[in-house]
């Protein structure tokens, strides 16, 4: 297909440099939309689009995917893709991107800036100077340095702030489910509980599963040392906020940092979707609107790395780095060859069934590329065809094999 007939549904507001990558790479079939859609229009503006770009507040359900009957892949323009049905995606053959890198730095600023602020207890002190209180004191206040600060999480994000914190003077631990590498000089800790009862700060940077919703629970932060001050820019899901508000209500808690809620509003200051929290009422907690990777660099950057997914997988297949499909990192095409994707059930007997459809075209196989994951098996493989009616005939072929979830013909 010609690339000016490819349809791209940018949604959010993505940052322009996506447009700006998908131009340079010859698609030019840009539908742009500054703010989510409606469920409805949604479902109408998808039909016809081949690719589909949103950041966290557009939902990739089962109803939407019915509906995007030509989807090819989604890609997400954040770090999370809770947002998209990844199941509903896998079963139609439909890889899903995000930008797991492009806001790490973005994220461990905010979260540094924040706990600085939270140790000399400025959010207090700034939200009583607003209504017209002056209380100059001491008490409580402290220095970053000789602090331990406790990372639960230390993936791109967390290392970044390790490192950061370091350079503050702060002391770093980290819980992991994994054993990691340490950078500078980080610790790693083998229980959770111990991290919670020896720091000072602790700040949550894991993803949104079933074995980390609520892991901050009562019992949790009952763990944490008193006094200390919890952040948490990772998942909404991930706190118990009840049992937080509980904590700093009775001042077993100094402060906390959240940017990131079970329940966030769909769009910017709508009278009929109001912020609803039950630490709104607390000055000593920083409550900011999921903007952790909300700066023009990380934006700028988060368009250029999705944008480059898509057209890549657009261009010639390559899957690397999909949270829901199987990774193939593929070479150039040659110019003698036609490229087929079949993506299909991960089942025996699919691929003797595809090759014994090359062999019944008397078909040389130039190149195969093949990589399962769950339910899923994707196989990119380069022939060389005959006549372009002979490569059309074999994909209509494959396309027909039982197991198959979806084929196409990239050149």
Sequence with gaps: MEKEKIKFLLLEGVHQSAVDSLKAAGYTNIEYHKGALSTEEL???????????????????????????????????????????????????????????????????????????????????????????????????????????????????????????????????????????PLGNATQVRHLSELLNMCDIVSLHVPETPSTKNMMGPNEIERMKPGAILVNASRGTVVDIPALAKALESKHLSGAAVDVFPSEPGANNDPNDPFISELIPFDNVILTPHIGGSTQEAQENIGYEVAGKLSKYSDNGSTLSAVNFPEVSLPSHGDDVNRLLHIHENRPGVMNSINNVFTEEDINVAAQYLRTAGNVGYVVIDIMAKSPQQAEIVLQKIKALPGTIRARMLY
């Design 43 to 181: 479902k109408e503006a998808i039909r016809d689009a081949r690719f589909v770009g949103l950041r966290s507040r557009t939902h990739l359900t089962e109803d939407v995917f019915a509906a995007a009957e030509k989807l090819v892949a989604v890609g997400c323009f954040c770090i999370g893709t809770n947002q998209v049905d990844l199941d509903a995606a896998s079963r139609r053959g439909i890889p899903v991107f995000n930008a797991p890198f492009s806001n790490t730095r973005s994220v461990a600023e905010m979260v540094l800036g924040e706990l600085l602020l939270l140790l000399r207890r400025i959010p207090e002190a700034n939200a009583k100077a607003h209504r017209g209180v002056w209380d100059k004191q001491a008490k409580g206040c402290f220095e970053a340095r000789g602090k331990k600060l406790g990372i639960i999480g230390y993936g791109h994000i967390g290392t970044q702030l390790g490192i950061l914190a370091e350079n503050v003077g702060l002391d770093v631990y980290f819980y992991d489910i994994e054993n990691k590498l």
